[in-house]
């Protein structure tokens, strides 16, 4: 079992970055795949990022470039580093954990089995 909460996001400009955390407790951290979710008004659960316990990463295409996800495993915590923001990237962030020992990373909100509630990330132009 693994209890995941994001925090980081806030209000930013076009071009602005913004790091978003995502800290977890309850199990062994390093174990679990960690993977970054956005869902805009309307629309569905889309995947942004992932890494693996093996720091494998995976990204969006419409984010490569832009943003980094990275791991603290010493702090149970894994973070998305978002720069040059667009009004597109405008979403809930949620955070996701699987437990896993492979070294592919998924990209499919049913592939991950903990979620965390959500942290609002507001572009504006």
């Known amino acids: 079992q693994v209890r995941l909460v994001a925090s980081g996001g806030g209000l930013v400009q076009t071009g602005d970055s913004l790091r978003l955390s995502c800290a977890a407790s309850?199990?062994?951290?390093?174990?679990?795949?960690m993977g970054w979710f956005r869902q805009a008004p309307g629309k569905g659960r889309d995947f942004v990022a992932a890494i693996s316990g093996n720091d494998r990463t995976a990204y969006a295409d419409s984010v490569k470039g832009r943003f980094t996800v990275s791991r603290d495993d010493a702090r149970n915590t894994v973070y998305l580093q978002m720069n040059s923001l667009k009004a597109e990237d405008t979403a809930v962030y949620y955070c996701?954990?699987?437990?896993?020992?492979?070294?592919?990373?998924?990209?499919?909100?049913?592939?991950?089995?903990?979620w965390g509630p959500g942290t609002q990330v507001t572009v504006s132009s």
């Open positions: 309850g199990d062994t951290f390093s174990m679990y795949h």
């Open positions: 996701a954990a699987r437990w896993s020992r492979s070294t592919m990373v998924a990209t499919t909100t049913t592939s991950y089995n903990y």
